[in-house]
C-alpha cells in the first residue's frame, strides 16, 4: 500500500509559464511534507517543506499548498525555467518519527524552452 | 561544507556474491539514513541511524542486508548474498536532527548480474 502517492509521472510546460505538481496521501498521522528535486546521476536535493500547522509555504519561485482534509499537496513553480527540468519527489513524515520520511515514485518536469 | 560522500558509485557483480557500500556524512549531522531506490520508484528507507545507534531498520531485508555506523560518524551497508531484484540506487543521507530535510550523497548505483 502506498502510503505517497504521485499520480503524474511526467509533465511538460514551456518556459515562463507556471508548474503544478501534485502529490496525495493517505497516512492521516502524516504532518510534515517535503519536496525534493533530483537530477539524472545525482542524488536528490531539498527543495521546500511544510507543516501540517500551515497551508502555505513560499520561497522565491517555488510554492507549496497543502490540504490536509483532502489529503493533497502541491508544488507551484512560476515562472518556470528550463534548468527546473528534473524528476521532483513528494515525501511525507509523522511527528513522532520526524527524521523517517516515505517518498512518492516522482513526476519527470520538462520545461520547454 | 562537504556534502555527504558515497562510494563506490558504480558496482556491478554477479547474484550471490557480496558487495558492500560506504558513506560519510556531514560532519556534525547525527541522523544517517540508506534508501534504495529502484528504477521508476521513490526512496525507500532501509535503515535510520541517531548517532551510532539504530533508530529504524524495519524495512531492511536482515537475512541479506546489514549496516552499521561505527563512532557515529561514517557508515557502511552490506549486501550478502546479493539477488538480481537488489540492483538499484544506494542513496545515503544525513541530517543534523531527526526531521526536517536530508542532504542526500549520489548514491551507488549497484547492478546485480
Known amino acids: 500500500d502506498q502510503q505517497v502517492k ?28 517535503l519536496w525534493y528535486k533530483k537530477y539524472p546521476a545525482e542524488g536528490p536535493t531539498f527543495l521546500i517543506s511544510i507543516s501540517s500547522i500551515k497551508d502555505k509555504n513560499e520561497d522565491g519561485r517555488f ?9 493533497h499537496l502541491s508544488l507551484h513553480i512560476v515562472p518556470s525555467q528550463p534548468g527546473d527540468s528534473a524528476v521532483y519527489f513528494c515525501a511525507a513524515s509523522e511527528v513522532t518519527n520526524a527524521g523517517k520520511s516515505t517518498f512518492g515514485d516522482g513526476t519527470t518536469l520538462t520545461v520547454k524552452p | 561544507e562537504a556534502g555527504v560522500a558515497q562510494s563506490p558509485r558504480y558496482k556491478i557483480i554477479e547474484k550471490r556474491q557480496s558487495v558492500a557500500f560506504w558513506c560519510n556524512p556531514i560532519s556534525g549531522h547525527a541522523t544517517l539514513y540508506w ?7 521513490g526512496p525507500k528507507l532501509l535503515i535510520q541511524f ?11 531485508p536482515k537475512d541479506r542486508f546489514s549496516a552499521e555506523r561505527l563512532k557515529g560518524v561514517d557508515s557502511t551497508l552490506k549486501i550478502q548474498p546479493a539477488k538480481l531484484e537488489d540492483s538499484a540506487v544506494y542513496l545515503c543521507a544525513s541530517s543534523p536532527v531527526r526531521g526536517g ?13
Do not use: H
Open chain 1, 63 to 71: 510554492t507549496v499548498f497543502l490540504n490536509k482534509s483532502a489529503k
Open chain 2, 50 to 60: 541517531q548517532n551510532n545507534g539504530v533508530v529504524d531498520d524495519s524495512q531492511l
Open chain 2, 35 to 41: 534508501y534504495q531506490q529502484i528504477l521508476g520508484q
Open chain 2, 101 to 113: 530535510g536530508y542532504t542526500f550523497g549520489s548514491g551507488t548505483r549497484l547492478t546485480v548480474v
Open chain 1, 6 to 33: 504521485q499520480n503524474s509521472p511526467s509533465l511538460s510546460v514551456q518556459e515562463g509559464r507556471i508548474s503544478i505538481l501534485n502529490c496525495d496521501y493517505t497516512n492521516s498521522m502524516f504532518d510534515y511534507f
